[in-house]
Structures are given as C-alpha cells and as structure tokens.
C-alpha cells in the first residue's frame, strides 16, 4: 500500500501555503465538519478530555473509520474526526498555510466545549497537531504523532510527494461523467495501480482503498473531495519551505514511526525532543507511512492514551 500512504502526506506540502499565498492580517477559522462518538456503559466516569483524529492530504474523516471506532471502545473517551479545511465536507479556503490550520483547531475545541484534547495527527494531520500544540500547550493533554516530522522532510520524501501531486491531478481526469461513485472510484483505482505499474512499484493498491478515495458523484458529475487546485498550485512550487513550528511542549508526546517510511522519523529524534522534551518515539517494524493501518499501531495508542 504506497500509494495512500503517500497521499495522506501529500498536505505537508500544503503547509508551506500557495506559489503566491494570499496575505491577510487576521486569520479566518472555518467550521470544520466532524463526526464524534463515545462507548460508555453504566460504570463510565465523566471524561471532558476527547481524542481528536486529524487526517492528511487527499483523505477525510472517513479514513478513520474503523480506528476510531476501537479508540472509543478501548478508551471510553469521546473519539471525534474532522475533515480538514479544504478536504471533505468542510469549507474550502485560500488560506492554507498550517497556522490557519491549527486554529481551525482551536475552534473545533471550542464547539466540543472541551478544555483540552488529545489530538492525534498523521502526516498533515501531524504537523497541525504538532503545530497547534505548541501554540496552544494548555489545551492539549497529550499529543500523538505518526510519522510526521516537526519542521521539514527528506529528499526521499520531496521526491515521491512530487510524483504523486502530478498523479492526483491527472486522475481527476479519468472519472467518466454520467456514472456511480463506485463506478468512479474503480476507474481512479485502476488509473493509479496502472501509473504505479509503469514506475515499476510493487506496492499497489487492492480493493479496500476504494472506500478511501474522496470521490462525490452528484448529477452524473464526480470530483476529488479534497480543493485539487491547490494541489495544482503546489506541483508548481513544490519545494516552496515548510511552515516552521516553534515552541515547547512538556506534556505526554508519542511519535509513532514507520521503520520504512521515507519520512526516516527516527532521524529527526534530536529535533523532536528539542521540542517535546518528554516525547517517546515507537517504530513499527516494516510499516511504511500509514501506520496505522498496522494493530501494533492501535496497541501503542491506547495503552499511550489509558496511561498503561
């Protein structure tokens, strides 16, 4: 699974804002859209801290199916998933720079009327979570990363984000008018496996990932769920430098890590406790990106969230 992986990342790019990012002198938060949920029995004590699950470029919410789900089963705590602005169902916004992000954030929290979080991000997801954290210190009661650096990425990292910025903006144009979301979920599916083919990859993407893609079909039109002229005006400038993340945080910090990841977390460790002075790096064995697609990610996860 290489492509998704690299999808979800896709955003870190993003947060070096647009080729000619629009200025503004006061930030301008959005409404995301989110999904919550809480398993609680008779014996549930009241719990005001929720886990917040952030996603990356070319996903949604819905990435977190299945996980998030087990999160709230295994914690008991208020489990909620958010689209990103520009992704999903939240509004769209020329602002794109990770601070706009990051109090996007801050406003989510406050209509959870929650005091403080444990925000758990991946790739994009990480460093608005990583980003947010140190702005906001009091509202975060522990911070999850996976495989996301603080500031910055690899070479290897840059090049495969390039190649695949190209390639979602071409997929866009294999979707057929006048068919299914399914129907054009499959073509994607079968455009991204056959691109994958001819630079000789052996991860390809099986049928499950159907249910990731952010396709919506209305009225026999179908489009990516995610602002692909962003992604447009990215591929011109995609070494544009990263937003930089500044600040300390002292509190519980997990980064968890794919030990083949291009993203080589374990290399960045004197950087992130420079930051996190208390954070604890885990690499999960042969994961690539997506890590949490592994168990042993889940496992690290909540026995980090229940203190164990």
Known sequence: MMLLPILVCLFALLQASLASPIATSKRK???????????????????????????????????????????????GKRVCIADLRNHGDSPWSNETDIDAMAEDINRLMDKLKAPKAIVLGHSLGGKVAIHFTLNHPTKVDKLIVEDMRPNGLTPQALLEIRFFLTLIAKATSVMPEGT????????????????????????????????????????????????TQLISEVVKNPLALLTKSSGQFDGSTLFVYGTVSPFKIYEDESSIKKLFPNAKLVGIKGASHMVHIRPEFLDVVIKFINGI
């Not at 801290?49 to 919410?61: A, F």
């Not at 691109?195 to 049928?207: G, H, T």
């Open 180 to 227: 299914s979301e399914k129907e054009a979920k499959a073509a994607v599916l079968k455009f991204i496996n056959d691109q994958l083919i001819k630079v000789n990859s052996s991860e390809l993407l099986d049928s499950r990932a159907v249910a990731f893609l952010p396709i919506k079909c209305s009225e026999g039109k179908c489009r990516w769920k995610t602002n």
């Open 29 to 75: 938060t959005v409404d995301l859209s989110y999904s919550c949920m809480r398993v609680t029995g008779k014996d549930a004590k009241k719990d005001d801290i929720p886990v917040i699950l952030l996603h990356g470029l070319g996903l949604s919410k819905e990435s977190w199916m299945g996980i998030y789900q087990l999160l709230a089963l295994k914690t």
